[in-house]
């Protein structure tokens, strides 16, 4: 880190401010504190509370071995910072260096990080998604209500989704004992993320634990009683569904319409970066006051070909807040890029799912461990002959092999023979993602590069 008087003026005098008080928020500030700055910080959040974890949400919290409101990020240090809980960011001067906020204050910053995360994706039929039981699952609120209403003993609970939070969801509601049907327009449960190979497992998984896993539909209207709470849901291939809870799980929008006219390079797809996470201005001039972090970045991978990736991630949150707060204080020749490997975690029907590096760039996989009948395996997937990514279901501790060979750019198919690997004339098949032209629910990974081969994954409401 650099150490001469410019760094020196922004430990005494300077001003950060970091927008979005969630994890990534709560990690850079605490960075920056460790790192030395001293000067005014001030975080901004549009929820109510103070940073809490999110994935308990579908978890722990839907199975009653947590509480929503016991769900607080453990500190790491104190921030002494200003927190501004409860108001939303509404816009920013760049040129005035302020941000305004829904109270109409404005705060103003030397150095700005914007980290405002996603929201869930709601019901496209406004009156439709107010009907009583109804409900999206991201916030604590959300979680806290959606417990309340399981609580209450619905006779049947619909799933609209099958992407990761989706399939946790419905795994805690079986787990609960509730009927449970799942509508997922794409072939299989987690095909956006895993493919169709993968996705076919977690098809008969769910099967197996008592899901009415409906594939290859849309939910086209959920239909309400005379009191205005939900019914039923009419389905596209002409079948209707009954439920009294439904939960959308269509994915997720990035919080950066505040950021429209601002002049930042902001948009549905995030906020363009460096590979320091330094946001570009909508000329594509990186600026060097305004940095981004967590689910909102889109920053280009130098793993991954330099292709823009946003990584709806815990730990891409944490490792992106961290390497955004070093830049944030240091001079150019001593700023660092963010190079680590992705990594996602699910637990869904008894089972662990891990995966490392971008499977959804993979055109083919390998089974290298275990088998798909055993439900205990590893899919390495390959792209332009090498290994670009892993999962493992119940065989996480083979990942962090693969997570070196994903750094070394290694050759697919794997050269290596392991004890457990068939000799039987194995070889990778097409991984089986869907069209990206088409819409699927619940990838983790979005690409967004200029590769000629680029995959772009669009997410378009149900209609």
């Given at each position: 880190m650099g150490g001469d008087g410019t760094l020196d003026r922004l430990k005494r005098k300077g001003r950060i401010v970091v927008v979005g008080a969630s994890l990534a928020g709560l990690r850079a500030a605490e960075t920056l504190r460790d790192k030395g700055f001293a000067g005014s910080l001030t975080l901004v959040g549009d929820e109510p509370y103070e940073p809490y974890d999110r994935p308990p949400l579908s978890k722990g919290v839907l199975l009653g071995k947590a509480s929503a409101d016991r769900t607080a990020l453990p500190r790491l240090r104190n921030v002494d910072a200003k927190w501004r809980l409860g108001v939303a960011a509404t816009g920013l001067d760049m040129g005035a260096r302020r941000v305004r906020l829904a109270d109409g204050d404005e705060v103003p910053y030397d150095r700005l990080l914007i980290a405002t995360g996603v929201r869930a994706r709601p019901w496209p039929h406004e009156g439709?998604?107010?009907l009583d039981g109804v409900i999206v699952l991201r916030t604590r609120d959300d979680s806290a209500a959606l417990s309340r209403m399981l609580a209450a003993g619905p006779r049947r609970v619909l799933v609209i989704g099958a992407g990761f939070t989706g399939s946790e969801i419905a795994s805690a509601c079986r787990e609960r004992g509730h009927h449970v049907t799942v509508a997922e327009r794409a072939a299989a449960p987690?095909?956006?993320?895993?493919?169709?190979?993968v996705g076919a497992v977690a098809a008969e998984l769910q099967r197996e634990h008592g899901v009415d896993l409906r594939t290859g539909v849309m939910v086209t209207a959920l239909d309400g009683d005379?009191?205005?709470r939900v019914r039923s849901a009419q389905l596209s291939d002409g079948s209707s569904v009954r439920a009294?809870?439904?939960i959308v799980s269509l994915g997720a929008t990035r919080n950066t319409e505040w950021l429209y006219g601002s002049g930042l390079g902001a948009?549905?797809?995030?906020?363009?970066?460096d590979a320091g996470c330094r946001a570009f201005d909508i000329r594509g001039i990186v600026t060097d006051d305004i940095y981004a972090a967590g689910d909102v970045a889109r920053c280009p991978h130098p793993l991954f070909g330099y292709q823009f990736l946003t990584l709806?991630?815990?730990?891409n949150a944490v490792a992106q807040a961290e390497i955004a707060a070093h830049n944030m204080l240091s001079e150019s020749v001593d700023r660092v890029p963010h190079m680590e490997v992705p990594s996602f975690w699910s637990s869904q029907f008894g089972i662990n799912i891990k995966s490392v590096g971008v499977p959804s760039m993979g055109t083919e996989i390998l089974i290298t461990q275990g088998s798909l009948e055993s439900r205990r395996f590893v899919g390495v997937y390959g792209?332009?002959?090498r290994v670009i990514g892993a999962v493992g279901f119940d065989s996480a501790r083979w990942l962090p092999f693969y997570q070196e060979q994903i750094e070394a750019a290694a050759p697919f198919p794997p050269e290596f023979s392991t004890v457990d690997r068939r000799t039987d004339g194995q070889r990778p098949v097409d991984a089986d993602f869907p069209d990206p032209s088409v819409p699927t629910h619940g990838p983790t990974v979005t690409l967004s590069g200029y590769a000629p081969d680029d995959r772009r994954m669009t997410f378009v409401p149900a209609h």
């Open positions: 439709e998604g107010a987690l095909v956006g993320a895993l493919g169709g190979v005379a009191a205005g009294d809870v439904v948009g549905p797809r995030g906020i363009a970066c709806e991630h815990w730990g792209y332009q002959g």
